[in-house]
């Protein structure tokens, strides 16, 4: 076994979810955190999926992303250094298929309590909209905002608003996990 194994088995692997509307540089700050402490982070597997689509997203289509979503955090969950960090969650499913068909699947719904994540980290729409092929709402930023708060306020999600542009929207969120970390566990930060 592997001595990160040996270690992560030592520990319970904490799962850092970083969320929140189009354009808010999730991805971006995922790859931040993972390599301020020195693990990995999961991608939005939805954003690979749809890139190889030719027409929009079916009801099918969202629950193999919810799928997806899954399968890459299992995979990536063994390579963890004490924390994961996922870019994204299938929440977004849920928000997507609610926009798109007025519904969600079931099988994302009945799944979303039991794969809860230590801390959200609902990052704000205080960014410049950037153009992607695979973005569509720049007039709703702030619809969907109060919708992830709905969403994680209904999961009684532990999340923190990240605001802030540049190195301090980047310090926001790292003070925001030491902050979790220090209050709720064990964990040295310099052990990072």
């Known amino acids: 076994m ?24 999730k991805s971006t700050m995922s790859a931040f955190l993972a390599e301020h402490y020195h693990t990995v982070w999961v991608p939005e597997y939805a954003r690979e999926y749809c890139e190889k689509l030719t027409e929009p997203p079916t009801w099918q289509d969202e629950i193999n992303m919810f799928y997806g979503q899954l399968a890459l955090e299992k995979e990536y969950l063994p390579k963890a250094n004490k924390i994961l960090i996922c870019d994204t969650t299938f929440i977004t499913v849920k928000i997507w298929s609610d926009q798109m068909f007025g519904r969600s699947p079931q099988e994302v719904l009945d799944e979303l309590p039991k794969h809860p994540y230590d801390l959200y980290l609902l990052l704000n729409i205080d960014l410049p909209w950037e153009d992607d092929p695979l973005r569509d709402f720049p007039h709703m930023r702030e619809h969907f905002m109060g919708v992830w708060h709905k969403e994680l306020q209904e999961l009684d999600a532990n999340y923190v608003t990240i605001s802030g542009t540049g190195q301090d929207r980047y310090e926001s969120a790292v003070e925001a996990i030491d902050n979790f970390l220090m209050s709720n566990f064990e964990f040295s930060i310099s052990n990072f």
Do not use: D, Q
């Open 2 to 25: 592997p001595k990160s194994e040996i270690e992560n088995s030592k520990f319970e692997i904490l799962k850092i979810a970083v969320v929140g509307p189009e354009s808010t540089g």
